[in-house]
């Protein structure tokens, strides 16, 4: 089998090195291929490239490297999030105020921390390399003067290194984009409630002195039983 001379495709973008042979026993082209289109063909009912001629072989190649590339490519939708729950451990530290604050992971902290974050993306996956591409904004409202969010499910050309793998990711449905939205808005409401009593002391001890009263009178109900 002689070999004839080397070629470059490009596969996804990127420049692959052919060499083509010539085998005259059987008198045709053929092509070693990179490992990807060998593994390719593997797990695929397509045969080898080959040709009479060596244009032939290179229209072959080709087509092959069309269908690899549409096949290769898995595209969906899914919910990127992050969850932190900054809950503090108070441990004894005479040496500092009687008391030290540290997070979970036993670092120091200066205050408890909550973070919550979610993102609709479309996620593409090339040949197990996988990339996410954010979706695109809504209109601008005018009246609330807020961004709306696009439900249609448009997205960016250029991906996203917001996330990546470790990030913690769910196939997305309208009702768990649904979930994700409504629990954000209920930690963003306690958070300003949160702010507001730590703002005016006075109209927290009015809610805990309220509280008080009101277990003070269903003790002092008569039991019904």
């Given amino acids: ?25 059987r008198a045709q082209f053929r092509a070693d291929l990179p490992e990807c289109l060998v593994r390719f063909l593997e797990i ?24 690899y590339e549409k096949a290769a490519v ?12 900054g809950s503090k451990n108070i441990v004894e530290n005479y040496s500092n105020w009687g008391r030290l604050e540290k997070d979970e992971e036993g670092r120091c902290c200066d205050e408890a921390k909550i973070s919550f974050e979610y993102e609709v993306l479309l996620e593409r996956d090339v040949d197990g390399k996988k990339k996410w591409y954010q979706r695109e904004r809504g209109e ?52 300003n409630k949160l702010k507001g009593f730590t703002a005016k002391p006075e109209l927290l001890l009015a809610v805990v002195d309220r ?13 019904k039983s």
Avoid at 6 to 16: A, D, S, T
């Fill in 140 to 191: 601008y409202d005018e009246d609330k003067h807020i961004w709306v969010e696009n439900k249609e499910n448009v997205f960016k050309d250029h991906e996203t290194n917001q996330w990546d793998a470790e990030s913690d990711m769910i196939e997305w449905t309208p009702e768990r984009e649904k979930f994700m939205e409504d629990l954000y808005a209920a930690l963003e409401l306690l958070i």
């Fill in 1 to 25: 089998m002689a070999k004839i001379r080397k070629e470059l495709f490009r596969v996804f973008g990127k420049n692959e090195e052919f060499t083509i042979h010539y085998t005259a026993k």
């Fill in 74 to 85: 898995k595209e969906r939708i899914v919910i990127a999030y992050k969850a932190r729950w």
């Fill in 44 to 67: 695929s009912d397509r045969d080898e490239p080959t040709g009479k001629s060596e244009e032939e072989l290179v229209k072959n190649i080709k087509d092959l490297i069309s269908f």
């Fill in 211 to 223: 509280g008080f009263r009101q277990l003070e009178n269903k003790s002092n109900e008569p039991d």
